[in-house]
């Protein structure tokens, strides 16, 4: 794992066409692929860890959680550098939780953060479990790559399928080169549902402003931190929370 570059993945629990919208909300340049059945995999074109200083599980945390609050379905994050590896997990504004091992694969993450990994996933909570837990256990033979590579082939269970070449640990351009292969045609962003009438117009609107409220929380808490990913997310809920209220006006 040290002579290994940094690199990243994003999993999500959401078919391509799901995905691609708020993929797009990103303003970051990702090939967007299908990886199995009812999931999608996303490559980042650049490496903004790089150039603006921020780790890169950091960016990779904000990118999942704009996903995930985008998509309405759990996004996994996977990274690795020279140093150490991991996931982070975002479902919709509930608490990330993720997992870090050191390079040479020793664990350093809480154990019960895979079994409330695999609790949101859905997963088996006996077999799954018990197969994530060996992935917390030390062992000389297995580095962080490893155990990348472990936690995917749990997930190959409830239908994740990578496309070629799309192996966590693999060097970037590796990464890239594969994802463009494997990605999907572009086309124009799927129809989003109209807003209900009635009763439940007052309730719409509320979680529209709820939701321009906390984008626009999270824009200003990635301005402090200088974090893009946290802006990102901010942004998504920004778009999310501005489209009924401007839908209504074009209607009047």
């Excluded at 002579?3 to 629990?13: E, I, K, M, N, Q």
């Excluded at 921020?54 to 996977?78: F, H, K």
């Amino acid at each position: 794992m040290n002579a290994t570059p940094v690199g990243a993945l994003l999993l999500c629990r959401a078919d391509p066409a799901t995905v691609r919208f708020p993929a797009r909300l990103l303003r970051e340049p990702m090939a967007l692929a299908p990886a199995g059945e009812g999931w999608s995999v996303l490559v980042p074109e650049n490496s903004p860890w790089l150039e603006g200083g921020e780790p890169v599980d950091a960016v990779l945390g904000g990118w999942a959680a704009a996903l995930s609050i985008g998509t309405g379905r759990p996004v996994l994050a996977l990274w690795w550098d020279g140093d150490e590896a991991g996931f982070t997990m975002a479902s919709g504004f509930r608490r990330p939780v993720g997992y870090i091992w050191f390079a040479d694969g020793t664990p350093v993450g809480e154990d019960e953060a895979m079994r409330t990994f695999a609790a949101r996933l859905g997963l088996d909570p006996v077999l799954d479990v018990q197969a994530l837990e060996q992935l917390t256990v030390g062992d000389p033979e297995s580095d962080a790559r490893a155990r990348l590579v472990g936690l995917a082939a749990v997930l190959t269970r409830h239908g994740l399928a990578l496309p070629a070449g799309l192996a966590p640990g693999a060097p970037a351009d590796a990464l890239r080169t594969a994802a463009h292969a494997a990605a999907v045609e572009e086309s124009a962003p799927a129809v989003r549902p109209e807003p209900p009438a009635g009763p439940h117009a007052s309730w719409f609107r509320a979680a529209a402003a709820v939701q321009l409220a906390a984008g626009l929380a999270l824009v200003a808490f990635g301005a402090r931190r200088r974090s893009g990913g946290w802006a990102a997310a901010g942004a998504v809920l920004i778009v999310h929370g501005l489209v009924p209220p401007l839908r209504e006006r074009l209607r009047s």
